[in-house]
């Protein structure tokens, strides 16, 4: 990852978060957003915090799935403003390793190559968006509003657009950004933004079945077909077997894949090494 090397998440031990939680249990890593009284507004420390999270995750072999939630009835209203157009009122982490290069959070996900599930327990808006679009499934709630209001203040999604159009159709990805409309739930999940609905006494429970379920499969496996799957549109169509064909090769010769024969021949569960 380009934002964090291996060796600056060595100091995770010794950061404090100002604006997020983080916690590790049975190979799964979880992000929390801890801005409640700013709707989770994020400043640009904060998101350096979680681009400094996701680092962490990426290079960690032991954690196999992420889960974004958020506390307090707002997921994410996007990027504090103010925040970012006043130094002074960016409160800076001094306990945080020095980003290699400005955090974007779009690309910061797109490194991860693990699959995030996203805990959408409130609205999600403007910047939010980079979050969501970020991650590989995406659990709402009945009542939560998914919105691009960015033009009621003079301004436009820029950053939001590379994400959302690598999910919805180019007319849809305008007319979310040039109407400032509110979409619901199901409407999200018809163009595809969100992938589950349930309601609030049972997404928690859902969204940690998924996460077990995805650590029960080889982590090596998932991190390298990822990482095929976002090299696909560098790759030019009549060579994109090829490309492939290159990295299933790649795999059939790890550990995880022969430990999965095995395990398959003896039928028992397999002990994944993620290597």
Not at 156 to 163: D, E, F, G, H, N
Not at 185 to 194: H, I, K, S
Not at 247 to 275: C, H, T, V, Y
Request: glycine share 6%; proline share 4%.
């Amino acid at each position: 990852m380009r934002f964090y090397t291996q060796e600056d998440v060595l100091a995770f031990g010794s950061v404090k978060f100002l604006y997020i939680k983080t916690s590790l249990s049975n190979h799964i890593f979880t992000i929390t957003l801890s801005r409640p009284e700013k709707r989770n507004a994020f400043t640009p420390t904060m998101a350096e915090e979680i681009i400094f999270a996701l680092a962490c995750a990426h290079y960690n072999n032991d954690v196999r799935c992420l889960i974004i939630n958020a506390e307090g009835p707002v997921f994410c209203a996007g990027a504090d403003l103010n925040a970012f157009h006043d130094v002074s009122a960016n409160i800076k982490n001094p306990t945080l390793p020095l980003i290699r290069e400005e955090a974007k959070l779009g690309d910061a996900f797109s490194e991860v190559c693990k699959p995030i599930i996203a805990q959408v327990e409130g609205s999600v808006l403007a910047g939010g968006f980079l979050i969501i679009c970020g991650c590989t499934f995406v659990f709402s709630v009945n009542d939560a509003l998914f919105g691009l209001p960015e033009v009621k203040r003079g301004i436009w999604p820029m950053q939001v657009m590379a994400s959302l159009s690598q999910i919805i159709s180019p007319r849809k990805t305008l007319e979310m950004c040039i109407t400032g409309k509110s979409y619901n739930a199901v409407e999200a999940r018809q163009l595809g933004l969100v992938t589950n609905i349930t309601n609030a006494e049972n997404i928690a429970e859902q969204v940690q079945l998924l996460a077990a379920e995805i650590c029960q499969n080889a982590p090596y496996a998932i991190r390298q077909g990822m990482n095929a799957f976002q090299n696909l549109k560098d790759i030019p169509v009549n060579e994109q077997h090829s490309f492939l064909k290159a990295q299933l090769d790649q795999i059939l010769q790890s550990e995880d894949a022969k430990e999965g024969m095995q395990a398959f021949k003896e039928k028992r569960s397999p002990n994944w090494k993620g290597k």
